[in-house]
């Protein structure tokens, strides 16, 4: 069967989105093809199916970020590590806080997500090692040390990773709902504040528009059958402060989360990873 054809301008170059995607280009700069954004009755379809395992299932690890800054690089990787988990690749456990030590120049800080995807889809990120990258900052390291963990990192990047549509709200929850369906992890923002991290154990708090940001990963929707529009559904986000928080480590993200978040940060899917160090195109679209 055919697969479609999307295609991407980036600095006056069209690049083709179906079948093959050459490694180098850098997809962070595309937004989530409108085409792979389904409707309602196709959403409930997938759902409908009594064989569909619940990603938070087939995803058990849980993250826990301490009193760190590090939101981002957690949720990124946690990410990925779904990621590969739902396309049966090799299991993996990344080093988050090598990535944050390479985007925010060794400061806790923190970081912005769409800053993650560009290193991430550049340089990656290397996998948890018991001496390297525990701490902020890039020293008490050797050079072969370094070495090895940047290496090893490129082994391990994602192949794509798309933006979601920051025109409006809408067209943004739309494609964020339909890669979660497509089992395609949500890099997310939410400006926050105590009632946020006060979610109880059904996973629900309320939107809260405290000063804070704080990065999750969406992996999971909720109310699928019975929502009458894409705002009815909820998103199962990881929130990256350890299994003790909401539902297991999990909250519900719903469209009123996203309302104004999605206004300042870039969400981001994560479409592909690499199967092995010498792969150079993407998986298929679709």
Not at 58 to 72: F, H, V
Not at 198 to 215: F, M
């Amino acid at each position: 069967m055919d697969q479609p054809n999307f295609k991407v301008e980036f600095k006056g170059q069209t690049f083709s989105l179906g079948l093959q995607i050459p490694d180098k280009i850098p997809l962070s700069f595309a937004e989530y093809p409108l085409q792979q954004v389904m409707p309602l009755d196709q959403i409930k379809k997938i759902y409908s199916n009594p064989g569909r395992k619940h990603a938070l299932d087939l995803y058990t690890t849980r993250k826990q970020q301490g009193r760190g800054s590090s939101c981002c690089p957690y949720a990124a990787t946690t990410s990925m590590e779904a990621k590969r988990k739902f396309d049966r690749k090799q299991d993996v456990e990344y080093q988050p806080e090598y990535l944050y030590a390479h985007i925010n120049g060794g400061r806790d800080a923190g970081a912005m997500l769409d800053d993650a995807m560009k290193f991430l889809l550049a340089k990656g990120c290397c996998l948890k090692l018991p001496k390297l990258y525990q701490d902020h900052t890039l020293n008490d390291l050797t050079m072969e040390e370094k070495r090895f963990a940047a290496q090893q990192a490129l082994d391990y990047r994602p192949l794509d990773w798309y933006q979601a549509p920051i025109r409006n709200i809408e067209t943004a929850w739309a494609a964020m709902v339909s890669a979660i369906a497509a089992r395609d992890p949500v890099l997310m923002a939410v400006h926050c504040g105590n009632n946020f991290f006060s979610a109880g154990p059904d996973g629900k708090c309320k939107p809260d528009r405290g000063p804070g940001n704080h990065a999750v990963c969406g992996l999971e929707l909720e109310g699928v059958l019975t929502a009458r529009s894409l705002r009815d559904i909820s998103i199962w986000a990881v929130n990256s402060h350890g299994s003790r928080a909401g539902k297991n480590g999990c909250y519900l993200h719903t469209y009123d989360h996203s309302a104004e978040p999605v206004n300042y940060h870039q969400h981001c899917m994560c479409r592909s990873m690499r199967s092995s160090p010498d792969e150079q195109i993407s998986t298929l679209i679709g």
